[in-house]
T-cell receptor, first 116, second 113 residues
């Protein structure tokens, strides 16, 4: 089984400042890793994903994330945020094993609020 | 354009009513999912399907039922709505193989009074 912990439920940050949203996971098998964003009254949109290869992954809207296997972390970063980045961000994992066990497990989310 | 659709977006209904939440996708995906999400909370998988005539229960026990008669359609039904069913319901789809990246619809916000 997998579990995902998003360490901060709310992150307020001023516009044009950098931000890091933290995600740690626990799993007995290797996993794929994802970050999703949810704007108010909308569904989830994929920001980026780590499948294999380079541990630094670039996504949409200027976001990037770094996979750290030894620390079982997948933190999301953006060097300069905009008001439009205000949203809920979800970290998720999926085991590499095939079959019905390969479901997404989500963290509880981090509300990013960008202040003017 | 390939997309995933949910109707209605918002629904307010009285206790005891039967409701069906619609989900359709033009992504060409075989696998579909229903999640329940309370405000400010994580998503919980309540149902999923591998394809036509396949339905499975997810991690969170739910009184709802689903059907998959057509590949592109995955409706969720509550036979008798209760206030405890008040929540947001998100539908998603994915390919059967690969990284299982899921694509989400806009959600249905259900309020049972």
């Amino acid at each position: 089984a997998q579990s995902v912990t998003q360490l901060d439920s709310q992150v307020p940050v001023f516009e044009e400042a950098p931000v890091e949203l933290r995600c740690n996971y626990s799993s007995s098998v290797s996993v794929y890793l994802f970050w999703y964003v949810q704007y108010p009254n909308q569904g989830l949109q994929l920001l980026l994903k780590y499948l294999s290869g380079s541990t630094l992954v670039k996504g949409i809207n200027g976001f990037e994330a770094e996979f750290n296997k030894s620390q079982t972390s997948f933190h999301l970063r953006k060097p300069s945020v905009h008001i439009s980045d205000t949203a809920e961000y979800f970290c998720a994992v999926s085991p590499l094993s095939s079959g019905s066990a390969r479901q997404l497990t989500f963290g509880s989310g981090t509300q990013l609020t960008v202040l003017p | 354009e390939a997309d995933i659709y949910q109707t209605p977006r918002y629904l307010v209904i009285g206790t005891g009513k039967k409701i069906t939440l619609e989900c359709s996708q033009t992504m060409g995906h075989d696998k579909m999912y229903w999640y329940q999400q309370d405000p400010g909370m994580e998503l919980h998988l309540i149902h999923y399907s591998y394809g036509v005539n396949s339905t499975e229960k997810g991690d969170l026990s739910s009184e709802s039922t689903v059907s998959r008669i057509r590949t592109e359609h995955f409706p969720l039904t509550l036979e008798s709505a209760r206030p405890s069913h008040t929540s947001q319901y998100l539908c998603a789809s994915s390919v059967l193989t690969g990284a299982y990246e899921q694509y989400f619809g806009p959600g249905t916000r259900l309020t049972v009074t």
